[in-house]
């Protein structure tokens, strides 16, 4: 099995610039996240979906970040147009539908892909 | 979701137990103790996650105290490809649950 993949691994642009991001969650997996992860700290989440629908995008910067996940399966993440300080890690995770789980049952554990890193300039 | 302390950074020599401890003195009686670690230039990956019993995998050993307020992560025999950032996380397994991480500790494997 692949893992969940995220492309690019790595983006320089220069501020003002529009940049895409592009999440493929494990196979089956109905809940995708992008988390962003500021140098030195832990990853913050952006948003989080189950399948197609957004259902906490209450840390997301709607005034240039957007997302959106066609069809319940891949992801995007926008950032229209880039700022200084949007360089980070930008990471993809998905995990399965959460239950009601017994300790080794892996509800709720998140996967990860490597992160696309961007640079700002 | 209850918050976690951990040291931000500990040492390990290479072959011995590295023990990372963590705080949650506000867990609820529903809510598991996850750790996750991220190893430079990778995303966080899962290592081992429990209620109120000790639990051991291939991985790793958690140890949560009878009153759940504290647990350790137990490396048994720490490897250089062990150095990372070790994330303690608090949440509830059942219905979706913010994973919320924090600074974790930065563990250094000594040659």
């Known amino acids: 099995e692949a893992g969940v993949v995220q492309s690019p691994r790595y983006k320089i642009i220069e501020k003002k610039q529009p940049v895409a991001f592009w999440c493929n969650p494990i196979s089956g997996h109905n809940t995708l996240y992008w988390y962003r992860q500021n140098l030195g700290q832990g990853p913050e989440l952006l948003i989080r979906y189950e399948n197609e629908e957004a259902v906490d995008d209450s840390q997301l910067p709607k005034d240039r970040f957007s997302a959106e996940r066609l069809k319940g399966v891949d992801s995007t993440l926008k950032i229209q147009p880039a700022e200084l300080g949007d360089s980070a890690v930008y990471l993809c995770?998905?995990?399965?539908?959460?239950?009601?789980?017994?300790?080794?049952?892996?509800?709720?554990?998140?996967?990860f892909g490597a992160g696309s890193r961007l640079t700002v300039l | 979701d209850a918050k976690t302390t951990q040291p931000t950074s500990m040492d390990c020599a290479e072959g011995r137990a590295a023990n990372l401890p963590c705080n949650h003195s506000t867990i609820s009686g529903n809510e598991y103790v996850y750790w996750y670690r991220q190893i430079h230039s990778q995303g966080p990956q899962y290592i081992i996650h429990?209620?109120?019993n000790n639990e051991t995998n291939e991985m790793a050993s958690l140890i949560i105290t009878e009153d759940r307020k504290s647990s350790t992560l137990i490396l048994p025999h720490a490897t250089l490809r062990d150095t990372a950032v070790y994330y303690c996380i608090v949440t509830m397994t059942g219905g979706y649950q913010k994973v919320t991480f924090g600074i974790g500790t930065k563990l250094q494997v000594i040659p």
């Open positions: 429990g209620l109120k």
């Open positions: 995770a998905s995990s399965s539908a959460p239950l009601l789980g017994q300790p080794g049952s892996g509800a709720n554990v998140l996967t």
